[in-house]
């Protein structure tokens, strides 16, 4: 079955900010009914007003009908004054799709006791171009069909990993939703070295950035393992493996200290909820 007959016949999108609307153009690439589609923001930007008119989107409607899905992409204390008028238009089988980071399928429970099919999720900021990776784990009134319906939605802005357990979403946040951070800090870290060695300072950037950016792209395209194509790069005795002394080297490596800061920002992902 296809992707786009997956894909709900009615869907209310809550909060069109920068993720919300990127997912919203990602679901009508791939074959969403425009009709069918209802956007609720208190502060619209003018890019969406304009977006929405132009494709047929209801906007801020005053008693939408319940949707076959409800997707939440709010910011996280938006939800306690939102919650009220949501719970309104939920219907008996409405699937909630969240991205409030922090908020846990019980937190959405309480704060919207008129949910049942509940799906959280964490996009990280890739999607906003058709490149994401997504976690997402479902509470036991999802069925099937929702599911799949939740994953036709997901994978609109990239791949998506279905968790066998919500406990998993902060190390998750941890890892690819933060982790855009880590790419773009080593961006600048690398540019200062290149630098630091005596290359202009734009040069440098302009280098340390395409040399990521290729690299993440050949990984992309590439069946082989990190660890082959990093060995691939490295001549023994050479420059490369000159350099992986240094960053492979214990206890200080490269290696410790991406797991104390994916360590760190899940401590945090867990210290939010609620």
């Known amino acids: 079955m296809s992707q786009s007959s997956r894909l709900p016949s009615s869907l209310i999108l809550v909060g069109a900010g920068k993720m919300g609307g990127s997912m919203l153009e990602g679901w009508l690439k791939v074959g969403m009914n425009a009709d069918g589609v209802t956007v609720l923001d208190p502060k619209p930007s003018e890019e969406m007003t304009r977006f929405c008119r132009e494709r047929g989107i209801a906007l801020n409607p005053a008693n939408p009908s319940a949707p076959e899905v409800l997707v939440l992409a709010i910011k996280p204390q938006m939800l306690d004054e939102a919650a009220p008028a949501l719970n309104g238009a939920l219907g008996p089988r409405t699937l909630i799709i969240s991205i ?44 099937e069909d929702q ?62 950035r395409a040399t990521v950016t290729g690299a993440g792209e050949l990984l992309f395209q590439s069946d082989l393992s990190p ?29 410790a200290l991406m797991r104390e800061a994916v360590a760190a920002a899940k401590r945090r992902a867990e210290e939010l909820a609620g």
């Open 100 to 143: 409030l980071a922090g908020k846990t399928i019980g937190d959405l429970k309480t704060r919207l006791p008129a949910a049942g099919a509940i799906v959280r999720a964490m996009p990280n900021l890739p999607a906003s171009i058709g490149r994401g990776a997504t976690g997402a784990a479902t509470n036991d009134k999802v069925s």
């Open 147 to 208: 599911r799949l319906t939740a994953d036709a939605l997901l994978s609109s802005n990239g791949i998506v990993e279905w968790l066998p357990s919500e406990d998993l979403i902060d190390a998750v946040t941890a890892l690819s939703g933060s982790g855009p951070a880590y790419v773009f800090h080593l961006v600048e870290c690398l540019a200062e070295a290149g630098a630091a060695a005596g290359l202009p300072a734009d040069l440098a950037q302009r280098l340390a």
């Open 227 to 255: 660890a082959t194509l990093r060995q691939n790069v490295t001549s023994p005795g050479g420059t490369t493996a000159a350099a992986l002394e240094v960053l492979m080297r214990d206890p200080d490596g490269l290696k």
